[in-house]
């Protein structure tokens, strides 16, 4: 691993400076999952490290008002035993508690895991492969190689790897939004447009400056969110990241769909919003017919590669099976 | 539409420049090397003053309640200070990269990940190793489980096991078979033990909680 310097500022304005101050090749770190791992691989390669522990204005968990609000540094398994998340918005404890392992989600922060990077192979394995994430202007040894994990949707010439993480996919459903912070200043940014498909500038994950720190996560009180799921499919049970995931949400009035929110994991650069898979269903009731119509809507204009079009089929049941499961929790 | 994603999430973050960013992180830089005072900086719109880097870090904590002080290089994983600094071998060195579960640990009574975790951000913690899970002689109920259902066979992700078992147990994890196997599923186990460490795990948990 290369060797970095290292520095751990106690408050967020420290943070912001310390970032400010240390320029190109430099780190955040939190709970150190994924940028460790990578430091591992050579794939990161920082120059300095800022360990942003200390800040404790970024620990904060108030899910008791009108918004939730869910610190930066507050640790995955935390956020996943939180009652109000597990009583009103199920998709969102179940994405947290079907991530990773115990031992990751106690160290993970939900920061992080939101900047959580690909797990596509060449990405991470390095040289001979070429990476235009990893390497720009290297190459994609993906999109003609073994890409039955990578993206359908939101991909470029440039790169299809997929986007890891389940929580954004929830979050995306509940219209989260991410409050960050850096040199000029504080700013709040839908979800939607945290993360940025691979265009021709792989590299550049999210759409964050590199002085800027994500200080919370709010989530807007709502109705939708009670009766939702996250359901996750994986190649085994448990510990495995996401073939196809869909995190569904649904409020049935008056025996119709009154309000449906459907995304999408494991198939996209980015999480995925299926808006016009939602479309479909507002106004009709729910039933086995109108949630596979959804699913199959929900993957129309796929893109598939070479090893990855077993993904429309599945990915449609993966859809209806997630809207019925939603729609018994009502 | 199919494509269910119309806005330009590939737009420029906020009209800032990665040439503004360096300007500005160019002269925060000489502000605080010259010691120029806070108005400076607090007109820039942050009144802190910058965090130092070190390239040694002095990191003072607790193994099995002994008190460790050592100088560490940044790069140390908690799992290599334990190793090859503290000659505490009992958490192993499986995958080195958090997928197999055999370098569990404790840090302030939480499972976690001991190869993954910075060993400079131990600072202050009290970490527990399989060393210290035994009352002197006598086992731990989980480690005595693990010898009642032979939970093993090599024995190399064992430690591991039995760390991450207790923590599951003390979570509130441990309520079916079910719940173990998930609460467990990142501790590997390439002998296959399964049936045994779940078995060994239900049966501890009710002499912890008894």
């Known amino acids: ?330 | 539409m199919t494509t269910d994603r119309q806005d330009d999430v590939n737009s420029d973050i906020s009209g800032l420049s990665r040439r503004d960013v360096l300007k500005g992180g160019t002269a925060l830089g000489v502000l605080a090397v010259t010691g120029i005072d806070s108005h400076a900086l607090a007109q820039i719109g942050n009144p802190s003053l910058p965090a130092a880097f070190r390239t040694e870090i002095e990191v003072s904590f607790r193994v099995n309640g002994d008190r460790s002080s050592l100088a560490l290089d940044p790069r140390s994983s908690l799992l290599d200070v334990l190793r090859d600094q503290l000659g505490l071998t009992g958490a192993k060195k499986g995958c080195d990269h958090g997928q197999c579960g055999a370098c569990t640990v404790h840090v302030d009574g939480r499972r976690v990940a001991s190869c993954m975790t910075l060993a400079v951000q131990i600072d202050d913690l009290d970490i527990t190793t399989i060393e210290g899970l035994s009352e002197g002689d006598d086992l731990h109920p989980m480690q005595q489980a693990f010898i009642d259902h032979d939970a093993l066979q090599c024995g190399y992700c064992t430690p591991g096991q039995i760390m991450a078992g207790v923590a599951c147990v003390r979570e509130e994890h441990a309520g079916s078979p079910q719940q173990i196997r998930e609460y467990m599923s990142g501790n590997l186990c390439r002998c296959g033990a399964y049936p045994g460490i779940v078995a060994a795990i239900a049966d501890a948990a009710r002499a912890m909680e008894g």
Not at chain 1, 130 to 138: E, L, Q, T, V, W
Request: aromatic share 6%.
């Open chain 1, 1 to 330: 691993m290369k060797r970095f310097d290292y520095a751990r500022p106690a408050d967020l304005g420290s943070a912001i400076a310390t970032l400010a101050a240390a320029g190109d090749g430099t780190r955040l770190v939190a709970g150190g999952t994924t940028l460790f791992d990578l430091m591992k691989l050579d794939v990161e390669t920082p120059g300095r490290l800022v360990d942003i522990n200390g800040l404790a204005e970024l620990r904060g968990i108030d899910t008791g008002g009108d918004e939730l609000r869910l610190g930066a540094l507050v640790r995955m398994a935390d956020a996943a035993e939180d009652t109000r998340l597990k009583a009103d918005f199920p998709l969102l404890s179940e994405a947290l508690w079907k991530a990773a392992s115990q031992q990751l989600r106690n160290m993970a922060s939900l920061g992080g895991n939101l900047l959580q990077r690909t797990r596509c192979a060449y990405f991470r394995h390095g040289e001979p492969f070429a990476c235009n994430k990893r390497n720009p202007g290297s190459g994609c040894a993906a999109i003609d190689g073994a890409n039955r994990s990578h993206a359908f949707f939101g991909g470029s010439d440039a790169c299809v790897a997929a986007y890891p993480g389940d929580f954004a996919i929830a979050l995306i459903a509940m219209d989260a939004v991410i409050d960050v912070e850096g040199a000029k200043g504080r700013r709040s940014l839908a979800i939607a447009d945290l993360h940025r498909q691979p265009g021709a500038r792989p590299h550049q994950d999210a759409n964050l400056s590199p002085d800027e720190i994500i200080v919370q996560i709010r989530i807007p009180a709502n109705s939708v969110g009670r009766a939702s799921t996250y359901h996750k499919v994986r190649d085994r049970e448990s510990y495995a990241f996401a073939v196809v995931s869909t995190a569904a949400a649904v409020r049935i009035e008056d025996g119709v769909v009154a309000d449906v929110r459907i995304a999408l994991g494991g198939v996209a650069t980015v999480p995925w919003r299926a808006r016009s898979a939602e479309q479909a269903l507002i106004g009709r009731r729910l039933d086995a017919e109108t949630a596979a119509e959804a699913g199959r809507i929900a993957f129309e204009g796929a893109a598939p590669l070479n090893h990855n079009s077993f993904k429309i089929e599945l990915g449609a049941n993966v859809v209806r099976d997630a809207l019925i499961i939603a729609a018994g929790r009502a």
